[in-house]
Structure formats: C-alpha cells, structure tokens
C-alpha cells in the first residue's frame, strides 16, 4: 500500500480549512467595508437629532435642597448619587438619582460583625425644578414631545411602544428601563428612545444603524448578545485562520517548482 506523502494531506487540510472558513471571511470583510464606507456618527443617528438649546440664566429654579428634604420627609432617602438638571418636554426639572433601603457598611453586619454589604436600590425621582413638585415617569404623551424634540423635522408618528425589556439582540439592550420607543416615518424610519423613569432620551436608532448592528453581529460571532468581540466561537475562527495561512504557505513551499529547483541545486552541490 502506497503511504500518501505530506504534500497531499497539507493540500487537504488546506481545502478543507478554507472550505470551512471562506464564508467567515467573507462576512468579515463585507463587514468590513461597510464599516470603513460609513461614517459612524450617521450610523449613531447624529445627523437626525436636532441641536438641544440650553437653559437661559434668567431662569427661576428652586434648590435642589428641596426636592431632597421632600425625599427624607418620604423616608426613601438614604444617600444621593446625582442632581442633574434635565429638560422635559420643555420643562426644566431636576432628576435625582438616590438610594433607598437600609446600608450596611464595610465591616458593620447587622450582628456587628462581618465584611458587610449593602442593600441599598438606586431610584430616580424627578422633579419640576421651578416649583419642586414631584413628576412622575412619563406618560406615552409626554414622550412624543421628547422624542420630537430630539428629531430634526419630525414627521408622522408610526408607532409608540412602551418597554419593560429588552433582549440581547434589541436595538435598545443595555439601557434604563422602562423606556418609550417612539417611531418616525421619516427621517430614516428612526425609532427614538426615551427612558420613562428618567425622562430623558436615551438612543436613536435608524435602517443604517441596524445594518450596521447585524454586520457588527456576523463579525464578532457573537450571536447571543452581539456585543461580546472575546467569545470563544471567535477565538476559534481566528485560530483556524491562522493555521489556514501557515498551511497556504507550508502547501507553496512544499509544491513550488523554484522550490525544489534550489533544493536540488543544494542537494547536487553537497
């Protein structure tokens, strides 16, 4: 029985390496190129979102102080985080992200001993900063007002829906909830993001950004949350590509005619 030589199962590998990896490589440079042709503030939506005004320095705001007190007098106020002041549907309001819960200090258990933890839950209370009052999260009304406000030439609402979650391959995963997904026929058949909690807007999302996210999909191979570029199908991929070009060049050096020419020229001269 005649042993195949190493040139056949390099040859082998090799096709069969690239059979099993040309269609990731592909999608990696269409990917690719469509990565580099796009500019990547269009593809966040920049050029759809209008120029926000500031607040002018005549404006009559109460102090945060008292949006606080009114918290402790609740008793749901245990330590704040932030005092932002935010613009609601053309109202100025202060958004006060604050804990609530008992807090247990390093080193100070409920028994006094131990590393201890903390229970504490951040929330979010906003507050007409004119008066004071408290405001509650958004209505589906309010959030339209929002959203066009942060839309360059808004135009006809397709469709408002209210979030309570959000998966790994949502166009709004990994932000607050609850939120509001407003959506525009145009520009760009634009869907705008508004969290319902802290009254603000969040993300814009448009047919390039989704092109965008599904390429970016298919080139970490990250299909369960999209975002992860070191999961371990990747790590794969890469490691057979590496050894798809060492056996392309192992497979040249061993079947190339100049090759051989000079290692006979050695032989004979030896």
């Known amino acids: 029985m005649k042993l195949k030589s190493n040139h056949y199962y390099i040859r082998k590998s090799h096709r069969f390496l690239g059979l099993l990896l040309g269609v990731q490589f ?3 440079t269409l990917g690719g190129l469509y990565f580099s042709w796009n500019d990547l ?8 979102r209008a120029e926000r005004g500031h607040f002018p320095a005549s404006l009559s ?16 106020l245990d330590s704040v985080q932030s005092v932002q002041l935010v613009e609601i549907a053309g109202v100025p309001a202060y958004q006060v992200r604050y804990f609530s819960g008992a807090v247990v200090h390093a080193g100070q258990e409920a028994s006094g001993h131990g590393s201890g ?5 951040l929330k979010v ?3 007409n900063a004119e008066s004071g009052e408290f ?43 609850p939120a509001w997904a407003v959506t525009f026929s145009q520009p760009g058949n634009c869907t705008v993001y508004v969290s319902a909690e802290l009254g603000t807007f ?33 790590k794969v991929f890469s490691i057979f590509g590496l050894f798809t070009v060492i056996s392309g060049f192992v ?18 001269a030896n």
């Not at 503030?41 to 759809?48: E, F, N």
């Not at 990250?222 to 990747?234: K, P």
């Not at 050096?253 to 004979?268: D, I, Q």
């Open 61 to 76: 705001l109460v102090s945060p102080q008292v949006v606080l007190d009114k918290l402790k007098a609740s008793g749901g």
């Open 251 to 268: 497979l040249y050096f061993v079947s190339s005619p100049s090759v051989r020419k000079v290692k006979k020229g050695t032989l004979k």
């Open 135 to 177: 405001l509650q999260p958004l209505t589906k009304e309010e959030a339209i007002l929002v959203a066009k406000g942060h839309v360059t030439t808004p135009q006809q609402v397709e469709g408002v829906e209210y979030l309570t979650e959000a998966g790994g391959h949502h166009e709004y995963r990994g932000k607050p909830l």
């Open 41 to 48: 503030d269009k593809v966040h939506g920049d050029h759809l």
């Open 125 to 127: 209370q906003l507050a």
């Open 202 to 234: 969040q993300a814009i999302r448009h047919n390039q950004w989704r092109v965008f996210d599904f390429l970016w999909m298919l080139h970490t191979m990250d299909y369960a949350g999209r975002d992860n570029f070191g999961n371990v199908l990747l």
């Open 26 to 28: 592909f999608l990696w």
């Open 117 to 121: 933890h903390t229970s504490a839950s």
